[in-house]
């Protein structure tokens, strides 16, 4: 049990005991703060139950997440390298083809102009 569990289930608990004394004083807002501080006691239990499934997996794996730590950073070099021979290969073909490339730039630029100016609106 960690504190997050310990303080839920007390807060959960003095809620229940707001709540009737509330209903036997016959006084709202004790009832409503007791309801308000069996919810969030429930919701901090359940925040400290889920942190201690998660430390337990984490304990119980550790070899795993050092092995997906590598695996990812092995991913993200091999994706930056792709990436870097992609742009390179992209700007190399755009300065082969320049006067294609403008070409093509200024056709669907036209495109996009007469769309604005003359598509209908419904």
Known sequence: ???????????????????????????????????LNQVAG????LLGRVQSVASDVADATPGLIEEARERIGDATDRATSATRQGAQAASATVRENSGATLALVAA???VAVGWLLFARRH
């Open 1 to 35: 049990m960690n504190k997050h569990e310990v303080h839920g289930g007390a807060r959960y608990v003095g809620g229940k005991v707001e709540k009737a004394v509330g209903d036997v004083a016959e006084r709202r807002d004790w009832q409503t703060d007791g309801v």
């Open 42 to 45: 429930a919701a901090e239990n």
């Open 108 to 110: 669907l630029g036209g």
